[in-house]
């Protein structure tokens, strides 16, 4: 079992809908969690961290954590054209584990 | 405020050669890390530092590759001989501090490693 997983997609959506992204982590102790935007051949950048259970809404976004379930996701609400990307999710225990990545395609 | 630098953004060598990818983290955070990305996979942890100490090397191929951060600051990360599955993007990030493990880490624009 990968330490972090996620559905690879594509995942394609229409322009102004919710893009649902979806991660599982398999160490019950991870402590921090993050979510990285990477488009091609350009390097992660941060869009959202969250560190305790529940939601948490910045803009369009919104993570959501539920640590019973080992459970980690990203709403994007109105995607635009511009969120087309790669989805990294990100756990933090002792070091940072990334996930493989949700490729993300918002079509106009 | 400048972001972390990393030279050169490309690089093409043959197999069995050497080579070398350098590091600039932001200004004033003491940790750094070393991530390899291959294609269509997550950015993996070679090393980490905390200032010039390395204090989680368990992912690095110690056979082949080393790191260095003297001083502290910037730092320089060598494949020695290189070989065909080195090919992939070499990612700098930095972060303040690792306490309490929620220290968000900055990424550099990659080393992109192509060998022949």
């Known amino acids: 079992q990968k330490e972090v997983e996620q559905n690879s997609g594509p995942l394609s959506v229409p322009e102004g809908a919710i893009a649902s992204l979806n991660c599982t982590y398999s160490d019950r102790v991870s402590q921090s969690f993050f979510w990285y935007r990477q488009y091609s051949g350009k390097s992660p950048e941060l869009i959202m961290s969250?560190?305790?259970?529940g939601d948490k809404e910045d803009g369009r976004f919104t993570a959501q954590l539920n640590k019973a379930s080992q459970y980690v996701s990203l709403l994007i609400r109105d995607s635009q054209p511009s969120d087309s990307a790669t989805y990294l999710c990100?756990?933090?225990?002792?070091?940072?584990?990334f996930g493989a990545g949700t490729r993300l395609t918002v079509k106009p | 405020e400048a972001g972390v630098v990393q030279s050169p953004r490309y690089k093409i060598i043959e197999k069995k050669q050497p080579v070398a990818f350098w590091c600039n983290p932001i200004?004033?955070?003491?940790?750094l890390y070393w991530y390899r990305q291959n294609l269509g996979q997550g950015p993996e942890l070679l090393i980490r530092y905390e200032n010039e100490e390395a204090v989680d090397d368990s992912q690095l191929p110690k056979d082949r590759f080393s790191a260095e951060r003297l001083k502290g600051v910037d730092s320089t990360l060598k494949i020695q001989p290189a070989e065909l599955g080195d090919s992939a993007v070499y990612l700098c990030?930095?972060?303040?501090?690792?306490?309490?493990?929620?220290?968000?880490?900055?990424f550099g624009p990659g080393t992109r490693l192509l060998v022949l």
């Open positions: 969250i560190y305790s259970n």
């Open positions: 200004s004033g955070h003491n940790t």
């Open positions: 990030a930095s972060s303040l501090t690792t306490s309490g493990f929620q220290e968000t880490q900055y």
């Open positions: 990100a756990v933090n225990k002792n070091d940072m584990r």
